[in-house]
């Protein structure tokens, strides 16, 4: 989408059919082994040499990186001017010189490859640069409401069926003489999962809602999207890792098995916690914007 919304008509045409059609895979190099929730701190360096720019550094935690056909990414232009000193790349993993990739071993989301970057004296045309020379963090930042709002409904598919699986479990599953979802043990979990699958459609739905109504979809600092985004992810994710635990627990030993899927989802589950900003971050950047107008747009 920050490719989309930023790059010249004539890179658009270059990557994006091929991208829609599945062609080309994707990934976005944000993170660094050094800089996490602090992403401004990055510290790979893309150097100007005549008409091209030589990229230094490393990118980790990197969705689909392993396979990638084309991969966005940020580095600094301008080291002294920090966060205004980034801009923003596109190379072709596959193709190009002095670009490494290591997979990293997960628990959670096996089926999504992640991997380790690195950018050995990589060389990438000038023209591989969109967006504007040091414009990196307005287009990043603008980028994560839209992102926020995506993962909320990964969590949100999760949710539902872990509840559609504990109530057919629930039914089926006999002890004492009678289906485990006679007891109000049960029934109390079920609840609660389904309370908490609602609410969170209903924050991702809200949100996603708004942002659909915007003509600039970019959010950020300063703008009721950013609250939002980061709201309707915070809540999911945390619900979420609630629900699919409550599943685990209604499944008993089975739960714990690999064969039954909740606990893949349990694995799953987690990055939610983690990715597009942390839980933390998506906390500091709900209550500054409330700050910013003392709930004036929040309520």
């Known amino acids: 989408d920050n490719f989309r919304r930023h790059a010249s008509e004539a890179q658009k ?19 660094e082994p050094n800089a996490g929730s602090d992403a401004m701190s990055m510290t790979t360096r893309a150097e100007k040499k005549g008409n091209t720019y030589v990229i230094n550094g490393s990118k980790t935690f990197i969705t689909n ?39 990293i071993k997960k628990w959670g989301m096996r089926t999504s490859p992640t991997g380790l970057v690195t950018f050995d004296d990589m060389v990438l045309p000038e023209d591989n640069l969109f967006g504007g020379i040091n414009q990196g963090v307005q287009i990043l930042t603008s980028g994560l409401c839209t992102e926020r709002i995506t993962l909320s409904g990964c969590s949100l598919g999760s949710m539902r069926v872990c509840l559609e699986l504990s109530l057919k479990y629930a039914k089926e599953r006999v002890q004492f003489g009678k289906p485990i979802a006679n007891f109000q043990f049960i029934q ?13 459609k209903w924050m991702a739905y809200s949100a996603a809602a708004f942002c659909d109504g915007l003509e600039n979809k970019a959010g950020g600092k300063g703008t009721d999207l950013d609250r939002m985004a980061a709201a309707a992810l915070l809540h999911c994710g945390e619900a979420g890792t609630a629900v699919v635990s409550d599943a685990v627990q ?45 709930f004036a747009s929040g309520r």
């Open 188 to 200: 109390g979990k079920l609840a609660d999962m389904y309370t908490r699958y609602l609410s969170s």
């Open 65 to 103: 990186a392993p396979l990638a056909d084309v991969m966005v990414f940020y580095a600094k232009t301008d080291l002294g001017k920090g966060p205004h000193g980034i801009s923003t790349f596109f190379c072709y993993p596959k193709t190009t010189k002095g670009f490494v990739c290591e997979k």
């Open 13 to 31: 045409a270059a990557i994006l059919p091929k991208a829609c059609s599945g062609e080309y895979i994707g990934c976005l190099g944000i993170t």
């Open 250 to 294: 209604i499944h008993g030993g089975y739960g714990y098995c690999q064969e039954y899927a909740v606990s893949r989802h349990y694995l799953d589950e987690k990055l939610w916690h983690i990715g597009a900003g942390t839980s933390e971050v998506r906390r500091m950047i709900i209550a500054r914007e409330l700050l910013r107008d003392d």
